[in-house]
T-cell receptor, first 118, second 113 residues
Framework: AQTVTQSQPEMSVQEAETVTLSCTYDTSESDYYLFWYKQPPSRQMILVIR??????QNATENRFSVNFQKAAKSFSLKISDSQLGDAAMYFCAYRSMASSDTGNQFYFGTGTSLTVIP | AAGVIQSPRHLIKEKRETATLKCYPI?????VYWYQQGPGQDPQFLIS???????DKGSIPDRFSAQQFSDYHSELNMSSLELGDSALYFCASSPGTDTYEQYFGPGTRLTVT
């Protein structure tokens, strides 16, 4: 089964600064999707950004960007100009692109709790 | 835009009782996923349905069962509840099994006392 590892249980960043959250994963597949989800205190799971493994270009969404290193199986999230509203638990997730054997469920990392310091 | 609806949002049950959680997917979404997130843990996949048929099964206990109805809403039935079942239960939906994105509902917080 695929595994997703987030080695940073907690991170903090000063408001307006930049922070990078790490994620590594283990898979034998070549085609898959990677996601970062944000879970604020409301516990709603909110999609932040996604990356298709076949795309070499790193995904960006406004202040959020990823550094996708397929060979290293690394998928880090960079948050620029951090805002107080960015404070949340961030989960990295993996989903296979092959819908037969491995299914379509997400495999989540254990999360990184991000604190934004005013 | 319409989102995934889950009901109830909060549920308190005693040990050995039963609980039913409901999930209403986004309109025209035919695939539903259930996840369980324990306190301080990451979401764990339980089960999924596509076109009213079970499409995949994860770490769902035998005490739990689920189904998807003709209107695509899904229900998760939990029997003989245990203290360890206390968790946030997420439902997610997607338009088919081949699309990459799952849209999560707000979750149902189940507390077993």
């Amino acid at each position: 089964a695929q595994t997703v590892t987030q080695s940073q249980p907690e991170m903090s960043v000063q408001e307006a600064e930049t922070v990078t959250l790490s994620c590594t994963y283990d898979t034998s597949e070549s085609d898959y999707y990677l996601f970062w989800y944000k879970q604020p205190p409301s516990r709603q799971m909110i999609l932040v950004i996604r990356q298709e493994a076949y795309k070499q270009q790193n995904a960006t969404e406004n202040r959020f960007s990823v550094n996708f290193q397929k060979a290293a199986k690394s998928f880090s999230l960079k948050i620029s100009d951090s805002q107080l509203g960015d404070a949340a638990m961030y989960f990295c997730a993996y989903r296979s692109m092959a819908s037969s054997d491995t299914g379509n469920q997400f495999y989540f990392g254990t999360g990184t709790s991000l604190t934004v310091i005013p | 835009a319409a989102g995934v609806i889950q009901s109830p949002r909060h549920l308190i049950k005693e040990k050995r009782e039963t609980a039913t959680l409901k999930c209403y997917p986004i309109p025209r979404h035919d695939t539903v996923y259930w996840y369980q997130q324990g306190p301080g843990q990451d979401p764990q996949f339980l089960i999924s349905f596509y076109e009213k048929m079970q499409s995949d099964k994860g770490s769902i206990p035998d005490r739990f069962s689920a189904q998807q109805f003709s209107d695509y809403h899904s229900e998760l039935n939990m029997s003989s509840l245990e203290l360890g079942d206390s968790a946030l239960y997420f439902c997610a939906s997607s338009p088919g099994t081949d699309t990459y994105e799952q849209y999560f509902g707000p979750g149902t917080r189940l507390t077993v006392t």
